[in-house]
């Protein structure tokens, strides 16, 4: 069995990116060790099996001209400046958008709050339900949503 790094002395020695001495370390290797032997063969197999199914596929471009397409497009937004022109706008849109919109989220919530049981959909449950509680001052509400098929009870331990 070879370790990872012998693997990958194993990997490099094939694709040829050794150096002559480590290539020849490699080469003694593979003579007096038979799982470096195998496992170098299994490289070559898997190697020759990649090398013959892989579409050949083109590139329109050159590469040159593609990374240089690439480094214009930099050179032409380093040139126009990393901040957009319209950053200050959508920042001034923004601090009036959010109390704008917290303002909306009270009106609605107020407005739903306020209405009535009845035009909110719920219906109070009848009275003479009992809540055992070991509190001697509590008062509950109890309220039915047909719509959402729930009931929301509200317990209050601090009355006024």
């Known amino acids: 069995m070879t370790?990872?790094?012998?693997?990958?002395?194993?990997?490099?020695y094939l694709d040829g990116e050794l150096s002559s001495t480590d290539a020849k370390a490699v080469a003694e290797l593979l003579d007096r060790?038979?799982?470096?032997?195998?496992?170098?063969?299994?490289?070559?197999?898997?190697?020759?099996?990649?090398a013959g199914?892989?579409?050949n596929l083109k590139v329109p471009e050159s590469r040159e001209f593609y990374w240089s397409?690439?480094?214009r497009e930099i050179q032409r937004q380093d040139a126009a400046g990393a901040v957009p022109a319209n950053k200050g706008a959508t920042f001034v849109r923004l601090r009036w958008l959010a109390p704008a919109?917290?303002?909306?989220?009270?009106i609605v919530?107020?407005?739903l709050t306020l209405r009535s049981p009845s035009q909110r959909g719920w219906v109070a449950l009848a009275e003479g339900h009992e809540i055992e509680t070991p509190l001697e001052?509590?008062?509950?509400?109890?309220?039915?949503?047909?719509?959402?098929?729930?009931?929301?009870?509200?317990?209050?331990?601090h009355p006024n």
């Open 53 to 55: 199914n892989e579409p």
């Open 3 to 12: 370790d990872q790094a012998t693997a990958l002395k194993l990997q490099a």
């Open 101 to 106: 919109g917290v303002l909306a989220l009270l």
């Open 137 to 157: 001052e509590t008062s509950s509400f109890t309220f039915r949503s047909e719509s959402a098929g729930m009931t929301v009870v509200w317990v209050d331990t």
């Open 69 to 71: 397409k690439i480094a």
């Open 109 to 111: 919530t107020l407005t």
């Open 33 to 50: 060790d038979a799982g470096a032997q195998a496992l170098f063969q299994e490289l070559s197999r898997t190697k020759s099996l990649f």
